[in-house]
């Protein structure tokens, strides 16, 4: 009995010192919210442009790296056709290279 009487005495003073910090938490949660709300969108548009260079950049170096890669093979079948076409026309008598190559200059009379 004695206890309930405390408690009915000291609840409600407890209950009215909580009040107004809950009540000064919540009027200031809502502009803290926001400002963390804020933080967090213009971090996240530093991140996403990081990001955006990072992948751009990426496949760009990607691209020169595959050029790099494919240019061997290519050089390659160039000379050994080139080869193939001097050997077949070294069996076949036909003159090799651009037929303007082969053509002899005009000589021009004085």
């Known amino acids: 009995m004695v206890g309930q009487a405390v408690l ?9 010192m909580i009040a107004v910090p ?5 009027e200031s949660g809502r502009q ?3 400002q963390a709300f804020a933080f967090a969108i213009g971090a996240g548009g530093i991140l ?7 992948v ?7 691209t020169h790296a595959y050029d790099i890669y494919i ?8 000379l050994v056709s080139r080869r193939a076409a001097d050997a077949s026309n070294a069996v076949f008598g036909t003159p090799t290279g651009n ?10 009379p004085r």
């Open 32 to 34: 803290v919210i926001g």
């Open 8 to 16: 009915g005495f000291i609840l409600p003073w407890i209950l009215a």
């Open 56 to 62: 751009r950049y990426s496949v760009a170096v990607l």
């Open 99 to 108: 037929s303007a190559e082969r053509t002899v200059p005009m000589k021009v």
């Open 48 to 54: 996403f442009r990081v990001a955006g260079h990072v």
């Open 22 to 26: 809950l009540e000064m938490l919540v």
């Open 71 to 78: 240019i061997l093979p290519l050089h390659l079948e160039r």
